[in-house]
């Protein structure tokens, strides 16, 4: 069975896509302390709860796959775009790191950010993590998928993999090579998921808690009420108007719902209107029903918590051909 280690873990949900592909998580890094809290209540495999600059990685088990979800702040529209400048971005090189310390060098590497890292700063943020990996020795694989197309989950999150194989830098030259990169390059582009799940199957059941709902003496009551209509479509609220989401999908989930609640989807149900739940959050990044957040955690960090996320039916995806790439 190939064995996992995991970067920047947050939650689990990678390593938890790992494992359902089959998968051995041997170990995970995270040191947020409320993501740690989650992460320790659900899982038993070893967690290191530190800054990834104080690990010594040739003190800790080697994996056959180092995966992580490395900072995406830095490389973000949304962020000061200062890319490799700002010491959340230079974390990447902290991988890099790990891969060279590890008593034995990864098999395969798969990190996971936003949507745009690739064409951030012109394209050289992009050209840096490539000429790093390779030099390190790894073909590199730049992949976009989307939750929405390539899982049977209505969320729309589209987020760019890295993924690579040790001792394949040149793998592209020689394409009729039987390797790890030119069997994964076989299964792209991904499949597309033939079947979707409706909004409703990913709501909650049962009673929902009044402090979910919108009350009568909300600032912006009149205008939810007035814009939202139906039961069947994932809403928001944009600080000055409502947005509809006529796909039938859920858009996608941020880290920053917990910041306020502007960007908590909302729905209508028989009650009223009301946000997503942070359970709900996490069923629409395909976690089961058995991850649980500790009974006394926030709601603003399960909600930062489950928009931080990966969704695992797409790393469960991934990881069933990266396992066929590597065997």
């Not at 209107?273 to 709900?280: A, D, G, N, S």
Request: hydrophobic share 35%; with cysteine; glycine share 8%.
């Amino acid at each position: 069975m190939s064995t996992v280690g995991g970067l920047f873990s947050g939650i689990g949900g990678i390593e938890t896509g790992f494992e359902k592909a089959g998968f051995k998580i041997l170990w995970s890094n995270e040191n947020d302390p409320y993501s740690v809290r989650s992460f320790q209540h659900n899982y038993k495999h070893k967690l290191y709860p530190d800054d990834i600059r104080k690990l010594n990685f040739k003190k800790i088990k080697p994996v056959d796959v180092l995966v992580g979800g490395f900072p995406c702040q830095a490389f973000s529209v949304a962020g000061y775009r200062k890319g490799f400048r700002d010491p959340r971005g230079n974390l990447f090189f902290e991988i890099c790191r790990a891969i060279t310390e590890l008593p034995k060098m990864p098999k395969a590497i798969m990190l996971e950010n936003v949507k745009n890292i690739r064409g951030h700063d012109n394209g050289k943020t992009a050209r840096v993590i490539t000429k790093s990996l390779r030099e390190l020795g790894y073909s590199v694989f730049w992949n976009l998928f989307n939750t929405s197309i390539h899982t049977d989950i209505p969320q729309n999150r589209e987020r760019t993999f890295i993924i690579g194989f040790k001792d394949e830098a040149d793998w592209d030259f020689e394409p009729n090579k039987k390797t790890s990169s030119s069997i994964f390059n076989s299964h792209l582009p991904l499949v597309k998921s033939k079947a979707k799940k409706k909004l409703k199957e990913m709501f909650d059941k049962g009673d929902i808690d009044e402090r979910y709902y919108y009350k009568q003496d909300a600032y912006m009551y009149k205008h939810l009420k007035k814009a939202i209509v139906s039961k069947n479509t994932v809403y928001q609220w944009r600080r000055v108007y409502v947005r509809e989401n006529k796909s039938g999908e859920c858009p996608t989930l941020t880290a920053n719902m917990g910041t306020g609640g502007h960007n908590v989807p909302l729905i209508k149900d028989d009650l009223g209107i009301r946000k997503l739940t942070p359970r709900e959050c996490l069923n629409f990044q395909g976690f089961p029903k058995s991850f649980k957040f500790p009974d006394d955690m926030p709601i603003s960090q399960r909600y930062k918590q489950a928009g931080n996320a990966v969704t695992v039916n797409l790393i469960q995806k991934i990881a069933k051909i990266l396992n066929k790439s590597i065997a």
